[in-house]
């Protein structure tokens, strides 16, 4: 065979080995799956504190964790029937793709490029962010029209990489990139010192800044500067193709974010269920209908307020508030109180 011969020979047996896995997904094939399984496989990243992180039991807890939980309850009537699989950025949309996982909340930005050719379908929006710019407050830097020339620690794979060379290119700056794969390792390599700024979303400076500053030094000896440099809307990303399974996610999510709007929480559910509200009545499955719609389980949106709250409970233990992160939350508030998270109704 000639050498040419050989090479198309191996492209197409790579072709087969991957078909059915990459490439979209056949209707019902990721639902079926999970039904089949009994629990959802979620793709997170590899350890952000407040949004994807395993506590001191290797129990997965965080916002985006929970939007995973909402699926699982939604499916299942059990936030615990899932399995975690983190991933790197460069390793996340890969593992959509050959249904390795069966959804993704690794903190990926919803665009055009990964919605379309890249065989995914982002199903909303659990995070409104932005990218920031970390830095030791010792740099003496105040803003990021400061940073010519500097030497900056960044994730491959990402939006991050990209928004920071068209920042820096707008604004006739250099800057010399540190590109590290691993979450941890870029940013052991910023607090050595190995790069003067660490630039990602907004969200996971605040994480880093909160969770991961190596003794003596503590958070006040950081900076996030002022300039939010992109826009970052994180949400759940599925595999194209597999309309059902799509759904059920979008609207897990939405579920939440509606029940906060009726004031449905994890501590009222039961007594809600006495609710004369015919909103409230339809949401939490006393009237029936979207259940069925949905193909699930008429308590569907009960069990997720009940086992992992609703979108305001999960903010604020996770990240906002109650947590050691104290994100406010500014964009991520309801539509009715000034922010943009916005669930369409559940009728
Ligand atoms: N939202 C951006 C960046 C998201 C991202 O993956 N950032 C990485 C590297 S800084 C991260 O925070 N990973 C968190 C983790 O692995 O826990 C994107 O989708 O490209």
Known sequence: MGKEMRLMAGLA????????????????????????????????????????MPDSQGKWKGLSVDVCRAVAAALFGDA??????????????????????????????????????????????????????????????????ELN????????GTTTELNLADYFRANGMTFKPVVIEKVDEIRAAFFSGRCDVYTTDASSLAATRAANVPPPRTFDDFL??????????LGPAVRQGDNQF???????????????????TSKNVDEMLKSENPAIKRILGVTPGMG????????????????????????????????????????????????????PPIR
């Open 246 to 264: 799509a759904d059920i996610v979008r609207w897990a999510l939405f579920a939440m974010i509606e029940a906060e709007e009726y004031g449905i």
């Open 80 to 145: 615990e029937k899932v399995k975690y699989t983190p991933l790197t950025s460069q390793q996340r949309f890969t593992a959509v793709q050959s249904g390795e996982v069966d959804m993704l909340v690794a903190n990926a930005t919803w665009t055009l490029t990964r919605d379309t050719a890249l065989g995914l379908d982002f199903t909303g929006v659990y995070y409104y962010d932005g990218q920031g710019f970390l830095v030791p407050k010792k740099l003496g830097v105040k803003s990021a029209k």
């Open 149 to 156: 020339g500097a030497t900056i620690c960044v994730a491959p």
């Open 13 to 52: 047996a790579a072709a087969i080995a991957t078909a059915g896995t990459h490439g979209p997904a056949e209707a019902g094939q990721v639902l079926d799956a999970v039904k089949a399984r009994g629990s959802l496989i979620c793709g997170t990243g590899t350890g952000t504190a407040g949004y994807m």
């Open 292 to 343: 069925k719609a949905l193909g699930v389980d008429e308590k569907w949106v009960y069990n997720i307020v009940k086992q992992v709250g609703n979108y305001g409970e999960s903010f604020e233990r996770n990240v906002g508030k109650d947590s050691p992160l104290k994100i406010d939350r500014g964009l991520n508030r309801l539509w009715s109180q000034g922010g943009i998270q916005y669930a």
């Open 224 to 233: 996030i500067l002022p300039e939010i440099i992109s826009k970052e809307p």
